[in-house]
Each structure stands twice: as structure tokens, then as C-alpha cells.
């Protein structure tokens, strides 16, 4: 077997310097009846082309979408990662550490968390990011969490402009904690008032920004209400590339700031490993959930890095951490850090701009079928378009997958018991997307509708 | 350093320096050449663009390409060396899995896809789901938990959903071991439940008696590790898990230790009721520097209408995603632990190294994890000092009474270790005994590099027990960097590069 180095002979001689006279010896503290005597109804191991054959055989049952003209956004972006980046990642001094509790020989994998704590806080426009959390849902529900935890309060209001999957892993967490969550319905026009329903039980507001449904808020009017209650305004970010053109949640008055990051560096791969981004102000950072790297010094003087506020942490303050986790998204972290400084100030700009440009065109060309609404007032990289008021989108959707197009996500999909959304369709342009690609949507969608 | 070491560059030939990119940039500089996208149409941005720079560095790519290179050579990993960290299971990540991983039919696909166009992706879920069921024996399992705490966490609130339904809700202590994991106190606390500790026993066990004597009608359940964190096997675990259920408790098990057992038992015939595998341990996933992770997490029979969304089922011809409880009416899902449908890269690596073990491999490894940690446990006996007798499970478990009046501490022990090449163990965990030396070395090791491991650990107690005790101290003397100032960085936290 490839992955095991020992021969028969190697068991052999260590066995007999244990003293055991067999591999069965080693395991006598199991319970006689609890041993597997007989072999289990698997198959047996495979070489490398077997297994890869496998592989090739469930992908090829997928439609991926390098294959069709791509639109889905709803949380994950299809962005284009740099060659640098994969390659990089594959370093084996990346990928094969553990978490850095030995600073004298992690220096790398410490100075680059450090070095994306930085990118976050300066994307997010906070004072602090954390390590990253498991994904942008987690990191939201963490959020919520802090918020609680920072004003001693027991109740917190979410936005129906949440992403779907953001609000159901918040409303888990909070489920059995003495935290309460006020959901609001899906928000595809903007026009809930979030300000009215703050009062002096609130501890946040968690918004998502640009919203699930698309749309850009000028949140500053927001941030003054819940600084005026004494509660903390959450923001929620699902493609940071936004960031690049729109305003920061931290220039607009947020308290805590917490994305999805896979957009950079990472690629879709069907929504996992998420790399949750988690900013807060430097007031807050010691209630923060999640590993730190911090700066200091070695014996001699040299700038170097650590894990640092541990306190906070499961592995020592157990029952009264900030949080049980204990693993983050490292190498994910490590992808979106290194795509980010590949682009740069310059190219993330660019970057962004080009993803508005994309998106803006897409609208331009489908807001003149026949019957077709664009929902959203404002938007980034993704709108809501209503199909017309008999039209299902999830159907559309799947006229379209069958002529070989992946034209966004129905509302549907996320809300089963609001009929009123049945014909809205969420739809993503990135820099990925192609005029032609544009042009066979819409030549598809005249024709399905 | 000593003066000889001393250069203009601070470099010390492969031993480079390098600033943080934040020093490194060059305004103008850019590593991605993209379209120029020509005017903005600002009108549908809401009046929010950006006002100022994200003050961000700009590089080229050959510059960026160093960078993380010189960085990598200043980490150590599983790829370097040997990795005995017990507790975290530093196996070798085989490449293979990466490579699939990276096939577009798998990489290159959206959660939101529909379900027609993403069927061989539902069948790698499917195929997992399947192997972990039948190695644990178990009915149902969550794939969707991201990491090991967060499987604790999610089959935790499948006990207390369960016992809520039962209208058992007064259901709220949880009884944890002194040796657990400080994940498993963190993760109960997140489900409303309080903390109970349970004694061990002189033999590094969990005391059954007194185990008994905590039990009563407000037990949600135990946590127990097993192996346990000392690397034992719970003799007594069938009597645990009776006792458990007896009180109308769940018996939880933290399947950390998962690799020391799977092909030759089955967690099912143990008693156990939910546990999670971690995928980056137990089925050699990379750790990446920590994380990312996955935490799937088995279910018995009575907890499974209570896992989380979503998950694959049979469908006629096909598979299907259940992403709404209304779709399958028996089911009561406590909720939804993530975003999307769990940690799909990890999965495909996960199942091509199931794959390429088969049942038979992952039994020999298993065997031959354990075989490793009892070769090392039987070797270093009489050097070291090991508080419970053997045989051992995976990993072996050493007190720092060998260090006593030697000055030496297990922490510059392990800063020794260093200097010769090799990652330390795991140090003062677990709680249970004083200064703690927990050392894993995996199934991956071959005799050779375990000889040299023990000739050098030997050859280091001969030493501090010989009275070297400033010489350790200095340790680690080879490293990119020393000893850091933990405590500076606590007392005045610098978290970010500031201009």
C-alpha cells in the first residue's frame, strides 16, 4: 500500500521490541464483543489510476461551469484565480503544517495570517480581522453572537436581505442560547425599516450589503440608529471583490463585519471549504471569536509573529470561550491573501469595476425582453430580474440548464413559501463572462419565456 | 546568533528574510492583467462608490511569487518531516487527492447549480456518507459540519433537539471528562447545556462509579473521547455506555481519535450515539495551516430525524439535495449548521484516499498507527516517563517526572527538538498529568525514522538529565526565529501592518 511505508518484517521486529507477540496484542483494551472479526462489505484498495478513473467518471456527470454560459452568484462568485495562486498553495510547507502553535517553525504560515488580517481589516474598513472563521454563515452567526456578548443584550434583528443560508446558520446557532433573533421577510425592493424596530433591547442589526436581492444601501443612517440605542450594527459581505468599487461597511459605521472570501482565491467547488472573513473595532477585539496572529519579538530582537489573545480561546477558557472553534480556513485564508496581492490596489479596482461594467451590460440586454423587471434598485455584480408575473423562474432555470446554460438561481430555491418570488431569478456577471456568453442568455431566455 | 552567523543581509544562506508585502509595494506595479472595463455607468450603485483607497500594496508577479516562497521555507510540515503532534494526527496528505480535487468537473461547479447538472457531485457526498456509515456502523450521518468542533457542536444540538421533542428539555447537563478537549466544554456551552466534569482513574480511565454517581434525569448526555486524550482505550466503555443509557442519556464520543480504531471497530457496537470524524485527521485531508477542516457527524437511529440540512437522498434514478424540511416530512432538522452543502473539497480528497486504502488499507493503518505509538511508548519507557502502563492506542502519552530537578521544562524540551529537525509533540495537553508530552507519530512513519527519532529524543533526556538545563533554554537556536515574546504580543496586541 502506497501510503504505508511498512514491510512485513518491519512489523515483525517492532512488534518484538514491544513484546507483543502480535498486532491483535496492541488492541486487547477493546472489548472482546466490540472487535470486527470479519472484514466489512467495502472493496479493497485501488492504485492511483483506478482511483482517478473514479473521479473522472463522477465528474464528468456534472455540468461545471467552464462548460456553459454561467450566471450564478447567490453567495458564490465565479471569479478567474490566478495560476500563481494554486501553485503557491500547493507548497507543501503550506499545506501539510498544522495551526502554528510553534512559532519558531511556522513563521510563514504567522506572517501570512498576519498579512491577510491586515488585507480584511483595510477591505472591510475595521481596525482588526480575525484568523477567518469556517465560512461567511458561520462568521455571521458568530457575529450575532459577539453582538450579544459586547452589549449584554438578548435580542437581534436580521434583515431580510440576509443571505438565506447566513440567517438559517444564525438562527441554529441561536436556537438554544438566550439569544433571541427577529427575522424579517426577504427584502428583494430594500423597503423594510430596519431603524424603526431598534429599541433598547436590540444588541445588533445584522444587513447584508450589497443585499441578497442585490441591492446597495447607504448604511450610515442605519449605523447612527444603532449607535444611538447602544446596539452594534453586523454587516454581512458575500463577494468582497465589491469592496473594491463600493464603499467599505466599516467607512459607513459598522461595528463588525463578516463576508464570505471565497470570490478570491478559491474557487466554487460547490460551495466548500467558505472561508469566513470576521473584522470588528479595535474596542472589541478581545471579544472576538477565533484565532489571532499578532506581531512581537524573538530573544534576539527580530520582528517576528504569534497566536496571540488565546484567553478568549476554547483550549483554555473551555465553557467560557468566546467560541468552541478551534480549527479556521487556514489555507483558504492563504489562497484569498495571495489573490489579493496579486491584484493589488490597482487590479482589485480593475477588478471590481470590470465586474459592475460585466453586470450592468448583462441588465442593459435582458431588461429589454419582453415581460422581464429588473427588481433590483442598485446593484454590484448581481440583480434580481422579475420573469413576469405567471412566469416560474426555478422552471426557466431548468429550460435553460437543459440547453446547456446556467442562467442564476430562483428565488424559489430559498423561499418555497413566498409564491409572490416564484418569478424572480437571481443573476451573477463576473469578469468570466463573455459577450457571447451574455448574448446566448439572452437569445435562450426570449425563447424559454 | 552568534558573531561567525552574523550577515549585511540578515539572510543566512537558504534562511531568507522577507518583509510583509505591505513593505514590498510599489504603487502602479500589478500581477493580473485584466480588460479595461472603459466608463462606470455610477448611476446603479446606490450613491455608495468608494470614496478612498483600500490601501492596498501593488506587485508584480514574480515579486509576489518569492514572497510566499520565502515565507513557505520558514514553516514546517508533515512534507518536511516527522510530526509527532499528538492529538492532531499528522499523517502524510496523499497527492492524488489534490489532483482530483482540481478536476473542473468537481472544482468548477456552483451550489446552486441545478440539481440535474450536478449529479456526480452528489454522488462523492453519497459515496462518503456511505463508507463512514458502514466503518461506524452507524445509520445516518451529517455531512455538513466544517470542522471537528463543529461536528461536536452540531450532534449536540441533535441531543437537544431530540430531547426537547421528547419534551425532555430539563435535559440540560452534559458530563465531559478532565482530559476532554476544550472544544467539547465550549460546544455544550453553545447548546444551552452546563458542564459536568468527570473524574479519571489512576489507569488514565474514566471512573465509572463516579460517572454513576453524576448520573440523573437532567444528564443530555457524555462526551468521551475514545481513545481517550491519553491515548487509551476505555476498557469500560460498554458499561459506560449502558449506564448512559440507563439514565436516558446520549453517549456522545469525539471521534478525534477515529484512526485508531477504523476496519477493526465499529463506534455502533461501542454504544455510541453520535460522533463526528474529523476528515482532516483520520482521512489524511491536508491541514493547511489550520483548516480547512470537515467534521461529519454520525447519527443512531433515535437522533437522525434531527440532523442538520441539507443532505443527499436516493431519488429514483438519481440523487437528491434536501435543502427544506417540508420536502421530507418525517424529517424534524434542528436547523442549518453552514452555508451551502458542506466542505466539498474536502470530501473528494477525503474519498480518494478512501478509495485508494479500501477497507483493507484503512485497517492496516489503523493497525499500523497503533504499532508506531507502542513501538515509540515501549522504546522511550526508560528514558522518558510514561504515567499509565500499555499497550497504547495511536498515540503515546509521557509526564515531564523524567525532567524533574533537571531545570528543563517540557516546553524547552520540545524548543529542543527543534534544533534537531523535528516538530515537537504536543505539549501540557492533556490536563491530566503534569507537563504533558502526547506523541503521535501516524501510520506514515517508517521504523527508520522512528529509530532516529528515538535516538534523539533519548539522546536529549541523557542531556537535561546530565545538567544542560541553560543549553536548552537557548533552544531553538536554527530557526528563522527564536523563542517569541508571547506575552508582548498579548499585553499589547499588534494585529495588523499599520503605515
Redesign the interface.
Known sequence: ??????TDA??Q???A????PD?E???????A????TK??????????L???R??????????????AP?F?G???Y?HHV?A?V???L????????????????????L?????F???V???TGM???N??M?????ACAEAAVMAARVTKRHKVILSGGL?P??R??T???L????ITAEVLDPDPLGFEDLIGRIGPDIAGVVVQNPGFFG????LRPLAEACHQAGALLVVAVTDPVS??????PG??GADIVVA?GQSLGM????????LGLFATRDKY?RQMPG??????????G?R???L????R?????????T??????????A?AFS?H????????????A??N??KA?RL?TKLKRLKGVRVVS????NEFALRLGDEADAAQV??AL?ARGI?AG?PAS?FY?DYPELAPVLLLAAT?TNTEADIDALVAALEEVL | ?TESQATFSGNRGLMLE?A???EL?H??????D?????P??LD????????????????A?PQ??R???R??????????GL?P?GS?T?K???R?S?????????????????Q??????L??IDSLAH?LK??TGMPEVAMSP?????G??CGL?AI?AYHEAKGQGHRRRVLVPESA???N????????F??DPIPAKENGRVDLDALKAKLGDDVACLMLTNPNTCG??E?E??EIAAAIHEAGAFFYCDGANFNA?V????IA??GIDAMHINL?KTF?T?????????GPTVLSAELAPFA??PFVVADGAGLKLV??A?EIPESQP?????????????F?RAL??I???????LR??S??A???A??L???LADQLSAPFA??C?HECLFDDSFLKDTGVTTLDF??AL?DEGF??MTMY?PLVVHGALLMEPT?????ETLDQFIAVVGGLAAKAKAGAAEDFKQS?RL????????T???RN?????KA
Open positions: 500500500m502506497r501510503y504505508l511505508p511498512h518491519d512489523r521486529e517492532m512488534l521490541a514491544i513484546g507483543a498486532a496484542a496492541l488492541f486487547r483494551d477493546v472489548p464483543a466490540a472487535r470486527l472484514p466489512l462489505d467495502l472493496p479493497g484498495s485501488q492504485g492511483e483506478e482511483v482517478e473514479a473521479f473522472q467518471g463522477m465528474a464528468r456527470k456534472n455540468l461545471s461551469a467552464g462548460c454561467f450564478i447567490a453567495g458564490i465565479r490566478p500563481a494554486d501553485q503557491l500547493l507548497r507543501g510547507e503550506f499545506l501539510t503544517a498544522y495551526t502554528p502553535y510553534q512559532p519558531e517553525v511556522s513563521q510563514g504560515t506572517q501570512a495570517l498576519f498579512e488580517q491586515t488585507q481589516a483595510l477591505l481596525d482588526a480581522a484568523a477567518s469556517y465560512d461567511g454563515a458561520t443571505h443560508h447566513f438559517a446558520t438562527e441554529t446557532v436556537r438554544y442560547t438566550e441591492g446597495i444601501r447607504d469592496l473594491g468599487l463600493i464603499e467599505s467607512a459607513m464570505e474557487g466554487m467547488s460547490f460551495g466548500g471549504p467558505g477585539v484565532r489571532l496572529a499578532g506581531q512581537t519579538i524573538d530573544v534576539d527580530r517576528g509573529f504569534v496571540t489573545l488565546s484567553t480561546e476554547q483550549h483554555i477558557r473551555r465553557e467560557k470561550a467560541s468552541n472553534i478551534c480549527t479556521n480556513s487556514g489555507l483558504c492563504l495571495m489579493l496581492t496579486l491584484l493589488g490596489e490597482t487590479g482589485l479596482a480593475r477588478l469595476e470590470l459592475h461594467a450592468v441588465e434598485q442598485s446593484y454590484f432555470v431548468e440548464a446556467l438561481v430555491r418555497p469578469e | 546568533m522577507e510583509l508585502i505591505f509595494g504603487p502602479g506595479r500589478v500581477a493580473v485584466l480588460p479595461d472595463p472603459g462606470i455607468d446603479r450603485l446606490g450613491g455608495c462608490r468608494r470614496a478612498a483607497p483600500v490601501g492596498l500594496p501593488d506587485l508577479e509576489v511569487v514572497h510566499y516562497t515565507l513557505s521555507q520558514k514553516n514546517y510540515g508533515i512534507d518536511s510530526y503532534l492532531c499528522m502524510h496528505n496523499p492524488l489534490e489532483k482530483v480535487a482540481r478536476l473542473p468537473g468537481l472544482a468548477d461547479l456552483h451550489p446552486f447549480q441545478p440535474a447538472t450536478v449529479q456526480g457531485a454522488e462523492v463508507w458502514v466503518l466544517a470542522a471537528g468542533a463543529h461536536e457542536w444540538m437537544r478537549h476544550g472544544t466544554p465550549a460546544s455544550a456551552a453553545m447548546c444551552g452546563t458542564v487509551l482505550f476498557t466503555i460498554l480504531i476496519g477493526r471497530v465499529r457496537d461501542l482532516h489524511a491536508p491541514h493547511g495551516g489550520g483548516g480547512p477542516g470537515a442538520p440540512l435543502e427544506h417540508a434542528f436547523g442549518r449548521v453552514k452555508g451551502y452543502h458542506g466542505q466539498f473539497g474536502v473528494i480518494a484516499y478509495l485508494s486504502m479500501g477497507a483493507d488499507g492496516q493503518a493497525t499500523d497503533v504499532l508506531n507502542n513501538y511508548l515501549a522504546r500499555g499497550p492506542m520540545a524548543k527543534i516538530h515537537p495537553f501510520e506514515s512513519e517508517s521504523k531553538p530557526t528563522p526565529r527564536r523563542r517569541l515574546d508571547e508582548l504580543a498579548a496586541p499588534v494585529l495588523r501592518w
